[in-house]
């Protein structure tokens, strides 16, 4: 899943320039693991990248709300 991308936009991938997408993925997989909870995480998406590099996840286990998740995500990315 994808989610809009609030505030602070993110930079464009290092590598081949394309805007990367925010994803928000279920920790749970067909009733096993942690129903409710999401991961979040920063990626290049573009096909033709040759690197398509992505953040590490954050989810919302640890993180106290999904805003908290998805600015520490973001400041990851932004990070060079
Ligand atoms: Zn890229």
């Not at 290092?14 to 409710?36: Q, S, T, V």
Request: glycine share 6%; charged share 30%.
């Amino acid at each position: 899943m994808n989610i809009p991308l609030m505030r602070i936009p993110p930079k464009e991938c290092p590598f081949c320039h394309d805007m990367p997408i925010l994803a928000k993925d279920p920790l749970w997989d067909g009733g096993h693991g942690y129903y409710g909870n999401y991961e979040y995480y920063i990626a290049c998406k573009n096909g033709k990248c040759k690197i398509n590099p992505r953040t590490k996840s954050y989810n919302d286990i640890y993180e106290m709300s999904e805003q908290e998740c998805i600015e520490k995500v973001i400041e990851e990315w932004n990070m060079r």
